[in-house]
């Protein structure tokens, strides 16, 4: 039952997302980067939902592949407006249904849903308040116009968002640990070109702690 509970929040809390984005963009609160990266980062915590409700992959996958089809859709006919960048060519909200599809059945095979919790939340907070404070204040640019401030930006969200799951899972690793994902997170960012970081930073981001967790014995 908590599964099916679990797909009803989660389509109130993705339209929600959408829904309230979409009204902040109008009364001109938001301009159109700032409206998609509020749907960017609130959709992340989707991952919450999964954690308290679900404990079936095929339920579970359910609301990730909807949302492949509906942004796909979105995408070819602009049906979403405050999620859409003008023009085409960039597949960006189609890319990060399909990163958490992947972590969902990644994070189910192993047993451990925190660790897709890191790629996903990591690529929420981390690129899109870099997106945002580079956008605004950044001067320097790096790579693929990515700014220094940006990727600083990425690097100290990743950072609360790594240290704070790790306290909660594996207390014991989460200080030393936390930088070195974040730090990974935000390199993967740098060197990814715009758009393809909705699928590089969290399947890298989650390959990564799993590979290091599983070495040093805490999985």
Excluded at 168 to 188: D, E, G, M, R, S
């Amino acid at each position: 039952m908590e599964n099916y509970i679990g797909l009803i929040v989660s389509y109130i809390f993705v339209f929600l997302m959408i829904g309230i984005s979409t009204v902040l963009q109008k009364k001109g609160v938001f301009n159109d980067e700032g409206a998609r990266k509020f749907i960017h980062i609130g959709v992340s915590n989707w991952w919450i939902i999964l954690m308290l409700f679900f404990d079936h992959v095929f339920l579970a996958s359910i609301a990730p592949i909807s949302f492949i089809i509906l942004n796909y859709a979105s995408y070819k006919l602009n049906i979403i407006k405050a999620m859409e960048r003008s023009g085409k060519g960039n597949l960006g909200t189609v890319y990060f249904p399909i990163s958490l599809l992947i972590l969902v059945l990644f994070s189910f095979a192993t047993g451990y849903l925190y660790i897709g919790g890191l790629g996903i939340l990591i690529l929420g907070y981390g690129d899109g308040f870099a997106a945002v404070i580079g956008k605004s204040y950044g001067r320097r640019q790096l790579a693929f116009n990515k700014t220094l401030e940006g990727s600083l930006t990425m690097f100290f969200a990743s950072l609360v968002v790594a240290i704070t799951l790790l306290l909660i899972y594996v207390p014991a690793h989460a200080i030393w640990l936390a930088p070195l994902i974040a730090l990974f997170a935000t390199c993967v960012e740098l060197v990814t070109p715009k758009g393809l970081d909705n699928l590089s930073v969290p399947l890298a981001t989650s390959l990564f702690s799993y590979i290091i967790l599983l070495t040093i014995g805490a999985l």
